[in-house]
């Protein structure tokens, strides 16, 4: 991948803040906490043999026990058949059994996104928002990283993200800003790369930063994080107001990846509290029972059945 699409934490870090020059109680909602203190969940187990100690994929149960070590890597998407997973290492998608068997690496790129079908990967590769059959032949560009005509064009970070919509239809994504006066966006486009749309309206002219797309099972919303809103949904037919659906800034904020449970009750989060490394929490899609689901992990990814769920997590800490 080229420089100039490769992000780096300071990149990252810069597109938040230009996300975050607006006002500072960006929302009037009371940040909601947990009635009392959930009961400690279990941590992910040693990384086994040969491992590294940076990030690795766990598979645990639904309730956070029982966390396996899959394979080294980080953004877990699972198959639609819950056997396999899309997985990124360093600059690199692999497709991996669930067990870790079987890993074959199929592109160069980020951010894997299987299709509901099964038969393509969504990825970002160097050229923009890409798809590919899921053996990494028939590779094409749906829509470029410097698609935008309102960014600053040398600082454009280009675009990241991808998800489907469960009917196969739509790709959500983020564009990752241009580190000077446009933050980080969620986009919405047809699956075959066309009619880009933002997928928020604010209640005013001023746009907050935004990450990390991710459809509701019936396809009608997209859970995302906002600056201005924390964990939101917003209607993925139309660019309206998101509503808030927990919001707990800075402990909940840019990359906190939301992911909606495969019944659409629940929705899981990365959470940072205060001398702790990142855990994944859950709360009801209305933003109620708030549950510390796994501690020392992120990224998480519902298996399909909802039984499993992926994440990454850092075996050091």
């Given amino acids: ?109 980020q951010w894997p996104a ?12 160097d050229e923009g928002i890409s798809v590919m059959s899921a053996d990494g032949s028939a590779a094409r560009t749906l829509i470029r990283h410097d698609f935008r005509d309102d960014t600053y064009n040398p600082w454009d970070m280009g675009v990241g993200k991808p998800v489907w919509s469960p009917d196969g239809t739509r790709i959500a994504f983020e564009h990752l800003g241009d580190a000077d006066i446009q933050p980080a966006q969620i986009y919405v486009i047809k699956s075959d790369g066309s009619e880009p749309r933002r997928a928020t309206q604010p209640r005013n002219t001023y746009r907050f930063a935004e990450s990390d797309p991710a459809w509701s099972p019936d396809g009608t919303q997209i859970a995302h994080w906002s600056y201005g809103y924390g964990i939101a949904r917003v209607d993925s037919r139309r660019s309206v107001e998101p509503v808030t659906v927990f919001w707990d800034f800075p402990a909940v904020a840019y990359g906190a990846r939301p992911a909606w449970s495969p019944d659409g009750r629940r929705i899981a989060f990365t959470r940072t509290t205060a001398g702790q490394a990142r855990a994944i929490w859950v709360t009801s899609e209305g933003g109620g029972n708030l549950t510390l689901l796994i501690q020392n992990a992120f990224e998480a990814a519902w298996s399909p059945d909802g039984a499993r769920i992926a994440f990454v997590s850092t075996r050091g800490g």
């Fill in 1 to 109: 991948m080229s420089l100039r699409y490769s992000l780096s934490s300071a990149a990252i870090a810069l597109a938040l803040l230009v996300g975050c020059t607006g006002p500072t109680d960006p929302v009037d909602q009371a940040v909601e906490q947990p009635e009392s203190q959930p009961s400690p969940p279990a941590s992910p187990p040693p990384a086994g043999p040969g491992a590294p100690t940076t990030e690795n994929i766990y598979i645990a149960n639904a309730d956070g026990s029982g966390a396996v070590f899959v394979t080294p890597g980080r953004w877990p998407s699972w198959s639609p058949d819950g056997r396999r997973l899309a997985i990124q290492r360093e600059a690199f998608v692999h497709v991996v059994n669930a067990d870790g068997s079987g890993d074959r690496r199929v592109a160069v790129g």
């Fill in 114 to 125: 299987w299709s509901p079908d099964g038969g393509m990967i969504a990825y970002t590769s």
